[in-house]
C-alpha cells in the first residue's frame, strides 16, 4: 500500500536536526546530547559595544575640526606611538639587538687595546662585518650552528692557505716558482673557490651562504693579497688574525643572542605548534559545516583562506624552528625530545593531508551541485527524474516538483543547518522532538531521488556524528598540544583519548550505516545512460571519501595524542635523563637500512624551496644504450664513446657551474701573481672585486643578473654613508661609531625587517671597508697604504677604489655566468617542468590499483617514499627557477611569470593526489575478497583510465618541452572515468556486488575516481596555460621547408 502524499507541515516535522546529536565532551568524556553549533561566536572587530547615536554618522562629525598645529600634534603623537610599538616588537627588538652587536664588533677598530690584539694591519673591520653576517637576531640553537658555520669556513679558508703556502715554498725553493704559482692558481685558487661555490649553491642554507663568503673573503686575502703565496714565504700571521677576528666577532653575537632577551628554538618551535592546531582547527569546523551545508561559498571566506595561507606558513616556519631547536636538544642532552618532536611534526603534516583530502571531497559535492543546478535551468531534470521513476504519485507531489530548485529539494529532504547561536538551537530541537534518532526517508522520495539529491540523504543520516567528530576534534586540537608561554607546559587532558576513540566508533558506526543506505537506497536499476549512473558512484566516492577522511583524520589524532603523550612523559622525567650521542660520530660510518629510512623522512621535512639549486635536469635520451654499437658491451665501444661515457660528470650542471666560477676566479686572480699587474690589482682593491665575483656568480643568469643589481645598489649606498659619516665624523670615533650604529639600524632593518639579507649586508659591508678602513688608517694602523691617503685618507679616493673594484667583480661574475656554460633559468624550467611531467606519466601509468591486484602479497605501494621525495624537491626546485627567469631579460619579451606560477601550482596538487592515493592504499596492501572482485570486474576501465592520463601527462610534456602549440584534440579523461564509475554501478547490480563486496570495499575504487578527477582537472588547467603561452595547433604552424 502506497503512502499518502506528504503534506508540507508532514514533511518539515519529518526532517532531521542536525544541531541536537549525540557527542563525546572532549574535556570530560561523558557522552551527552546537545543542541550545538560550528560557527564560533561572532565578536565585533574592536571588541567595543560603543555606536554613533545617529545611523551613518562618521567620524569626522563626531569629533570637532582641529588647526593645523593640533592636527599635526596628533599626527606626531600617533608616529611617535606607532615608533614605539615597532620598537618594542619581536621584530624591533631583534633590530635593536644586531645593531648592538654591531657596536661591540666596531670595537675592534676603534679602541686601541681591543685593536692591538689583532696586530697592525687594515682588515679589523672584518670583525664588525662578521657581526653582521652572524648577527644576532636568531634563536640560541641558530647561533649554535652559526658559530659551528663559521669555523668550518675557517678551517677550509685555513687548509687551502697553509697548502697553498707550502705549494709556493716547495717550488720556490727549487727556483722554479712560476710553476708553483700556476699550480697555486689553477688548484687552490680555482678548485678551492670552485667547491665554495658549489657547496653554497648544492645546500642553498642562507647560513651556509654567509659562511662560503666568510671562506671566500679569507681565501682571496690570504691567496691574493697579503704576498706571502706570490714571495714563497710560509706565513701564519693572516690566518691567525682571521681565526681571532672570528672568535671576537661570533663572541659579540653570541654574547648579545643569549643575554639579551634571548630566544628559544624549542620555545619558537612550541608556539609555531599552537599558531598550527588553531589553523587546522579552524580548516577542519570550516570544510565540515561546508559540506554539511552544502555551501561552496564558506571555502571562499576571509576566514578559511586566512586559515589556510595560516597553516602552510606556520608549517614551514614549525620545520625551521624545529631545525633550530635540534642544536639546542643536543646541546642540553635532551636529543631523544627532538627525535619525539620530530614524530609529532610528521603526524602534523599527515594531519594536515587528511584535512586536504576532505577539502577535495567537499569540493567535489560543489562541482556536482552545480552540474544540477545547470542540468535542471536547460530542462534536463525532468528527463532525469523520467529516467528514475514513473511514478505518478512522485511527479504530483509539490515536493518533488521538477520546478523546484535542487535547493528547495535539498531543504524538503535535510533540516536546515544554517549555523545560529546556541540558543536558537534548543528551539529546534523541541521541534524535531524524538525524530531525529529514527528518520527515514519517506517512501515517496525514495523512488524519486537524483544523484544530487543523494548527498541529502547521506548528509541526514551522517550529519549529527559527522558534526559530532568534527565538534571533539575542534575542541581537542584548541587545547593542544602546549600551554600559554612563557612556561608551555604540556596541556594534554587525560579524557581526550578515550573521547577520541569513542567519538570515532559513533562516527565509524553511523559511517557504515549511512554509506549503506546511500549504496542501496533505492538506486534505480536502469539509468539511460552512462552519465548518469557515474553521477551516482561519484556522489557514493564524494560522501565515502569525506567520511573515510574525516574518521582516518580522527585515527591520527589518537596517533597524535599518543606522541604527545610520550613527550610528555620523557619531559617530566625526574630526573631528567640527558645523553650526547650524538657525539659518537664514529657510529655515523656504519650504514643500516633503519639509519637509511630514518634520514630520508628527516630529508623530506627538512627540504625547503631554497634547497637543491643545482638539481641536474637530464636529458631522457642521454642513455648508454642509444649510443655508440648497442650489441657491444661498454669496454669494446669505439674509444670516442667511452671518453663520452666517461666525462658525463662534467654534464651535469653543478659540476658546470664549479667549473666556471674556477675559471673566472683564476682569470681574475692572476693578475695579483704577475709582477707587472700586482701594484695596480692592490692599488684599485682587486681582493674585493674578487669577493664580489664570488658572490655575483650564480647557477643561472637570472640569479646572477639579481645579485649583481642588490650588489650594485648596496655599495652604491654604503659608499654614500661612508662619505658623509666620514665628513661629519671628521676622525671622530665617538660620532664615526654613532654614524655607524645609525647605519646598521638602516641595513638591519633590511635584513631582519624586509627579509632582505643580501642587500642589507652589501651596505653594511662596503660602508665597513670604507669608513672604518679610513679611520685604521688615519692612527696609523697599516703601514702600507700610503696610496690612500696614509694618516689623512682620502675618503673619495678610497670609496672610488672600493665600488669601482665592486663593479668590476659584478660585471666579471654576469660575463663567466653569460659566456662561460650559461645556464638560462628560462630553458631550465622549460626542460624541467616536462621532464617532471614525464616522471608523473610513468608514475601514474603503473596503474596505483595495480599493485594490490597483481602483487596481493607486495609490501610497496605503485609510489615509493624516496620517489615522492625526489618529485617534491624537484618541484621546489622548479620554482626557485621560476623566480630566477623573472630576472632574465630576452628580446622576446619578459618570462610569463604567472603561466608557470599557476603550471607549478596545478603540479603540486597532483603530486598531492599521488600522494593521498599512495596514503590510501599503504593503509592496506593487502585486499579484500570484495575488493578483489571489484577491481578484476572494472580492471579494463580503471586500466585505461591510468594509460590515459600517462598519455596527457606526455603530450603537455612534450609541448612545453618543444615550445610547440598544443592540438586541439586531447585525451578525454571524463568519458573515460564515467565508465569506469558505470561499470562500478553496474558490479553493484550482479550477485557479487549484492552478496561478497561490503560498503567498505568500495572506498579504494571510489578514492581513485575522485582522485582521476583532480588530476583531469589539473591537467586541464595545465593544458589551458599552454594555450595562452604557445597557441593551439593550426595548419599554419607547419610550413614543410
Known sequence: MSEPPQTPAA????????????????????????????????????????????????????????????????????????????????????????????????????????????????????????TVYFHPARSAGSMIEAILVAFAAFMYAAFISF??????????????????????????????????????????????????????????????????????????????????????????????????????ARNEFRDTFIKATDAMGEMLTIITRSFLSGVEQDLKDPAFLKASNDSRSTFKTLVKNLGEAKYE????????????????????????????????AAETQFSLLNQAEQDQSNGTAMDILGLITNSPSVVSSPVLSPSLSHTERRTSILASIDE?????????????????????????????????????????????????????????????????????????????RHSLVDANELFANARREALTLVYRNKIPSETGSVEVAADFEEVAASCGYFSSSLEDLSEDM??????????????????????????????????????????????????????????????????????????????????????????GIFRRDDVKYATKVGIGAVLYAMFSFFPSTRGFYGHWRGEWGLLSYMLVCS?????????????????????????????????????????????????????????????????????????LYAYSLSVRDEEDDDDEGGISPEIWEITLHRVVAVMTGCIWGIIVTRLIWPISARRKIKKGTSLLWLKMGLTWKRGPLRCLLESPNSQTSYMSPHEELEL???????????????????LKGPFPDQNFKIVLDATGRMLDSFHAMNVIILKDLKSSEGETQILQYTRKEWMELSWRISHLFSVMASSMKLTYPLNDVLPNIEHTRNRLLAKVFEFRRTGLGKVIARADDYELLYAYALVTGQLAHDLGIIG????????????????LQ
Open 11 to 130: 514533511r518539515r516535522f519529518l526532517r532531521p536536526s542536525l544541531r541536537s546529536a549525540t557527542m563525546i565532551m572532549p574535556r570530560t568524556g561523558e557522552r551527552v546530547k546537545k543542541s550545538f553549533t560550528l560557527r564560533r561566536a561572532s565578536t565585533s572587530l574592536n571588541g567595543s559595544t560603543d555606536f554613533p547615536l545617529t545611523p551613518g554618522a562618521t567620524e569626522a562629525r563626531r569629533h570637532r575640526r582641529m588647526g593645523k598645529i593640533e592636527a599635526f600634534k596628533e599626527r606626531c603623537k600617533a608616529q611617535a606611538k606607532n615608533a614605539y610599538a615597532f620598537a618594542t616588537s619581536t621584530t624591533g627588538i631583534n633590530i635593536l639587538k644586531c645593531s648592538l652587536a654591531y657596536i661591540l664588533g666596531s670595537l675592534a677598530t676603534f679602541v686601541p687595546q681591543i685593536s692591538g690584539l689583532l696586530g697592525r694591519n687594515d682588515g679589523k673591520h672584518m670583525v664588525a662585518t662578521i
Open 163 to 264: 697548502t697553498s703556502m707550502g705549494v709556493s715554498v716547495l717550488f720556490g725553493n727549487h727556483h722554479i716558482l712560476v710553476v708553483g704559482h700556476i699550480i697555486v692558481l689553477i688548484v687552490f685558487c680555482g678548485a678551492g673557490l670552485g667547491l665554495v661555490g658549489w657547496t653554497k649553491q648544492k645546500l642553498g642554507n642562507p647560513l651556509v651562504n654567509v659562511g662560503c663568503s666568510l671562506a671566500s673573503l679569507a681565501l682571496i686575502t690570504v691567496l691574493t693579497k697579503e704576498g706571502a703565496v706570490q714571495s714563497a714565504t710560509f706565513s701564519y700571521v693572516k690566518v691567525w688574525q682571521v681565526l681571532k677576528m672570528i672568535i671576537m666577532g661570533c663572541t659579540s653575537s653570541s654574547a648579545v643572542a643569549l643575554l639579551i632577551r634571548p630566544t628559544s
Open 329 to 360: 636538544h643536543y646541546m642540553l642532552g635532551t636529543e631523544k625530545e627532538y627525535h619525539i618532536e620530530h614524530k609529532l611534526v610528521k603526524c602534523l603534516e599527515q594531519l594536515t593531508q587528511n584535512i586536504g583530502g576532505l577539502r577535495s
Open 420 to 496: 545560529l547561536p546556541e540558543e536558537s538551537a534548543e528551539a529546534s530541537d523541541e521541534e524535531s522532538g524524538g525524530h531525529s534518532a529514527s528518520w527515514k526517508l519517506p517512501h515517496g522520495m525514495q523512488s524519486s531521488l537524483t544523484a544530487a539529491d543523494m548527498f541529502s540523504v547521506f548528509i541526514a543520516h551522517l550529519g549529527p556524528p559527522m558534526k559530532s567528530l568534527a565538534y571533539t576534534l575542534r575542541e581537542v586540537l584548541d587545547e593542544l598540544p602546549f600551554g600559554p608561554g612563557p612556561d608551555y607546559a604540556m596541556a594534554i587532558n587525560e579524557h581526550f
Open 558 to 647: 589518537v596517533t597524535f595524542l599518543d606522541i604527545l603523550e610520550e613527550l610528555k612523559d620523557n619531559v617530566a622525567r625526574n630526573p631528567r635523563q640527558r645523553s650526547w650521542t650524538w657525539l659518537k660520530f664514529w657510529r655515523s660510518w656504519g650504514w643500516s637500512k633503519e639509519k637509511g629510512t630514518y634520514s630520508e623522512r628527516l630529508s623530506l621535512l627538512h627540504q625547503s624551496a631554497e634547497q637543491g639549486l643545482s638539481h641536474e635536469t637530464h636529458n631522457p635520451v642521454y642513455r648508454e644504450g642509444t649510443r655508440g654499437d648497442a650489441d657491444k658491451p661498454t669496454d669494446q665501444q669505439p674509444l670516442s664513446y667511452r671518453i663520452w661515457i666517461a666525462l
Open 699 to 771: 647557477m643561472t643568469i637570472g640569479a646572477s643578473n639579481t645579485t649583481g643589481w642588490q650588489r650594485f645598489v648596496g655599495t652604491c649606498l654604503g659608499a654614500i654613508y661612508a662619505i658623509v659619516a666620514w665628513i661629519v665624523a671628521h676622525d671622530n670615533p665617538w660620532v664615526l661609531g654613532f654614524f655607524g650604529w645609525l647605519v646598521s639600524l638602516h641595513c638591519f632593518y633590511i635584513i631582519v625587517g624586509k627579509g632582505k639579507g643580501p642587500m642589507g649586508r652589501f651596505i653594511m659591508l662596503t660602508y665597513n671597508l670604507s669608513a
Open 872 to 890: 617534491r624537491r624537484f618541484l621546489a626546485h622548479l620554482d626557485t627557477l621560476r623566480l630566477s627567469a623573472k630576472s632574465e631579460f630576452e
Open 1024 to 1039: 589551458h596555460e599552454i594555450e595562452k603561452l604557445y597557441g593551439v595547433l593550426s595548419e599554419d604552424d607547419l610550413k
